[in-house]
């Protein structure tokens, strides 16, 4: 059995509209169950779409500059959030109200329930990376030096925070080879985060499966199918749905 395990909390809400990157909600909403969470998504409308104030860049050499102006998302009336941790670590939770404040105000979250996700990251001659929230990279061979932060979806950068071995990280790029499609499936979201815009990864990564991936980077890409890829995951950054096929 897996040593972490990934959860889906319902929720319903007042329909309240926010002005501040929504994974900071549901990191409070964790916390406020008890939960010392690996990871934590940001809260997702019933189809699946990551309610957030965003501005999305869609242009690969226009000129882009940062939003100004402050922005609204209406969280839906029936939500959800993901989060994953330890088996052992997850306490029993009670189905109750929870009030969390946010620049100060005050929005009335209802727990519907939650469930245990079957993850299962398949097998095949490709991967598929959809990118369900702005995710943040880092070169983790220049820890604590300028330009750490990272924006190009190499395997080496999405799965860094699994590996610092320079061996791994090579075989990473060996085995997983970007498909064209790259450059214009994955783009810079700016993001609103306590007051401030900041960019972001987004989108959907597709890379072709060149040699097949050892038990190292098999155990890597489980991972990062439960826990996200990037840093600051246990605050709702590099919510991730992963999959070979």
């Known amino acids: 059995m897996r040593r972490h395990a990934r959860f889906r909390v319902y929720l319903r809400t007042d329909g309240s509209e926010i002005d501040e990157y929504s994974g900071l909600l549901a990191e409070e ?6 939960i010392l969470p690996e990871h934590v998504s940001p809260i997702f409308d019933e189809s699946g779409k990551a309610v957030y104030p965003k501005v999305l860049v869609r242009c690969s050499f226009c000129k882009d ?4 102006k402050r922005k609204f998302a209406r969280l839906p009336y029936k939500a959800y959030l993901e989060f994953s941790v330890e088996r052992e670590k ?24 939650i469930e245990e996700l ?19 990279l880092r070169d ?53 985060y306590k007051g ?16 097949e991936p050892d038990e190292v980077v098999l155990e890597i890409l489980e991972k990062a199918a439960i826990n996200g890829i990037g840093f600051e995951r246990d605050k709702g950054f590099g919510d991730v749905k992963l999959e070979l096929f």
């Open 196 to 211: 401030r815009w900041l960019p972001g990864l987004s989108g959907t990564a597709l890379f072709h499966v060149v040699e």
């Open 140 to 192: 983790p061979l220049r820890s604590n030096t300028p330009f750490t932060t990272r924006f190009l979806p190499l395997p080496s950068f999405l799965f860094s925070s699994y590996t610092d071995d320079k061996n791994v990280l090579r075989k990473l790029n060996e085995t997983f080879v970007e498909d064209h499609s790259i450059l214009h499936s994955t783009g810079k979201v700016w993001y609103l």
């Open 90 to 113: 997850l306490p029993h939770i009670t189905f109750n109200e929870i009030e969390v404040e946010v620049r100060e105000i005050k929005i009335n979250f209802f727990i519907d329930g």
């Open 65 to 68: 500059e940062k939003p100004k």
């Open 29 to 34: 909403i964790v916390r406020k169950l008890s």
């Open 118 to 136: 079957d993850i299962d990251v398949g097998a095949g001659k490709k991967l598929i990376i959809k990118f369900n929230g702005p995710t943040l």
